[in-house]
């Protein structure tokens, strides 16, 4: 039995920012494999794993289900008498980096700390503001010749800050987005593991979500799907985000409501959910919703698409926070949507059918 604790753990602690997902990969074909029946890889590197049908259809229907498994992270620009100036490559919040333990990826992994000016030597002005990424140095406690002669402008940077269990069901650690929902794809695979579908799945870990949404447009290409969901985290409350556009940790996945989504597709998940009482939460998104959603959709003719969400506190930190709860429900929701698909279902959601508001 899978025990999702331990295999979130496994992926949340590698270390593979957007363009370098090579060890996070590795990592998510080696859960995949045994419960899929055969691996495949697009030319960008998104890794895509099919379970085929237990009782195919004709013609032969496929599901793709999304989750990206690169992390933010940073690039080295310069290193000056032993110490290491840095770019971002995404999403990075210069704000919270200041002290957080980090891992330089050099001709040899190197633990370090992010620094800058001690407020003592700063000028008052200067000490009510945050500092930039030009001020923030990192220091990985070497030499400088040694530092010298170990990193080179372009060496990857990722914050070193291994998973904590919290209260309850509750955990911390970095790259929650988006691997708790890598998580959640695996806990599907796990369950159907169990159950006969007539859609063939192709679980989907795609690369290069947080530098544009394009792993989702080679691996959609790639597959070309019926249909698609997407996985990604949303907000949680907590101080200074509204609650009334929040989803709650340990409330059940969200589920995205506007232009990015098919409604009846939409429509198909909630009944699915009502019928094995799982509890889900609706996320109006009245716009992009800046997930592989975006991309996919839109992918060859268009492809009808839903979004899952995770709640997570602490978005785009070291310290990203979830409730466990929300990862197996999403994928056991998953799970037993797959398995209540049948040979008609495209002609359930085609928008012909789809009436205007108010008509």
Known sequence: MLDVKEHLRSLVDAHAPSGHEGPIREIVRTAWKPLTNRMEQDGLGSLIAVKEATHPVKPARKIMLAAHMDEIGLMVRDVVDGFIY??????????????????????????????????????????????????????????????????????????????????????????????????????????????????????TATVQEETGLIGATTAAYHINPDIAIALDVTFAPQPGIDAESACEMGGGPGIGIGPNFHPKLLDKIKETARNQEIKIQDDLIPGASGTDAWAIQVAREGIPTALLEVPVRNMHSPVETIDLRDVERAGRLMAHFIAGLDADFMQVIKWDDLKAAGA
């Open 86 to 203: 840095v770019h971002r490559i995404s999403g990075v919040d210069a704000r919270i980096m200041m002290a957080q333990t980090v891992m330089v990826h050099g001709r040899q992994p190197l633990p370090g700390i992010v620094s800058t000016v001690p407020p003592h030597l700063l000028k008052a002005d200067a000490r009510k503001k945050y500092p930039t990424f030009d001020d923030l140095v990192i220091d990985v406690g070497l030499p400088a010749a040694e530092v010298a002669r170990l990193v080179q402008i372009g060496d990857l940077i990722t914050p070193d800050a291994p998973m904590i269990d919290l209260n309850g069901k509750k955990v911390a650690g970095k790259a929650m987005d988006d691997r708790a929902c890598v998580a959640a794809v695996t806990v599907c695979l796990d369950v159907l593991q169990g159950m006969h579908h007539h859609w063939d799945v192709y679980a």
